[in-house]
């Protein structure tokens, strides 16, 4: 894509959409039906001077974009996102928070780093329950937490727990690629489920996401990862001029080891140089005022620097 899209307008693209809104009750009793105000009329021309880019991939996989269906698909991502500018904002300033660590554990594991975009698609970066009970950064549900060895009960929830999940997600991942060859394929599959992935390719006689049918969520979802990958790639260029200062810094902190149960978890940070609160932040997983004893090892818990 040609980055140099309108800079000075881009620059005021949230101000002139608010104004929009804002103005929209005050409509000169005059002005024609549909003419709309200047700023209505501005940002209509701002959205309208983007265009997709003529590239876009994910994972080294490139978006067959010359399939008129499939730009179309992606077009309508593109636009949908461009038009919520509140939400890209947040997702851009909380990149720092999280991607850091996204990226050192996939190049452990030896996978892709264009990964670490099906958290922001499935979450945004927060520790989000979806309605169908998807929980954490990475929206596992709880029986499929379990099976990638994260620890679910009363107590715990480790669909919460940074590292645990995103190194869960990845083996998910790396055992869809190791089935289907594709990475593009591989993020589909989380999230339609392997099970059903499987087959849908096998009744297709495809291997190729772009040639398949799927059901409405799983064909957006790709393109929704593609495109928010794209934003905030290029966030400049779209009109996101966000100072380093204001971007949301990573959590520091020092891990205790605890082989004991924690019967007061207020005391316990009290007695530890922090608050309840600092705990709660910075271990989202524990999700009662107190911790049992372990069943085995001992507890890993993040306290304040």
């Known amino acids: 894509m040609k980055h140099n899209t309108l800079r000075t307008i881009a620059a005021t693209v ?8 804002s103005d929209s009750t005050k409509v000169n009793s005059q002005t024609p039906q549909g003419a709309g105000t200047s700023q ?8 309208c001077s983007l265009k997709l880019p003529s590239t876009l991939t994910f994972c080294g996989e490139k978006v067959p974009l010359d399939i008129p269906e499939v730009r179309e698909r992606a077009e309508r991502e593109f636009y949908v996102n461009i038009q919520s500018p509140g939400q890209l904002i947040l997702n851009y300033k909380r990149l720092s928070r999280y991607f850091p660590l996204f990226s050192s554990i996939l190049k452990q594991e030896g996978v892709p ?3 670490k975009y099906i958290s922001l698609a499935e979450s945004a970066l927060y520790m989000a329950k979806s309605p169908k009970d998807a929980v954490g950064l990475w929206q596992f549900m709880e029986g499929t937490a379990k099976r990638y060895g994260l620890r679910v009960d009363d107590d715990v929830d480790e669909r919460k727990h940074v590292e645990k999940s995103t190194r869960a997600a990845i083996a998910y991942l790396k055992k869809s690629y190791a089935k289907f060859g594709s990475w593009t394929l591989a993020a589909a599959s989380y999230n339609q489920g392997y099970e059903g992935t499987v087959d849908d390719v096998d009744f297709q006689r495809t291997t190729s996401f772009y040639d398949m049918f799927l059901n409405d969520e799983t064909s957006r979802y790709i393109f929704r990862i593609v495109v928010l990958k794209e934003l905030m790639e290029h966030a400049a260029s779209y009109g996101m001029s966000i100072n380093q200062s204001e971007l949301y810094p990573a959590y520091q902190s020092s891990t205790v080891t605890v082989a004991d149960a924690i019967p007061d978890l207020s005391a316990w940070a009290l007695d530890h140089g922090t608050t309840y609160k600092e705990v709660k932040t910075l271990n989202p997983w524990i999700r009662r005022r107190a911790l049992p004893k372990p069943k085995s090892g001992s507890w890993e818990i993040a306290v304040p620097k």
Do not use: S
């Open 14 to 21: 949230v101000i002139a959409g608010l104004l929009a809104c």
């Open 40 to 47: 209505q009329v501005n940002y209509l021309t701002y959205i």
């Open 113 to 115: 780093d264009d990964l």
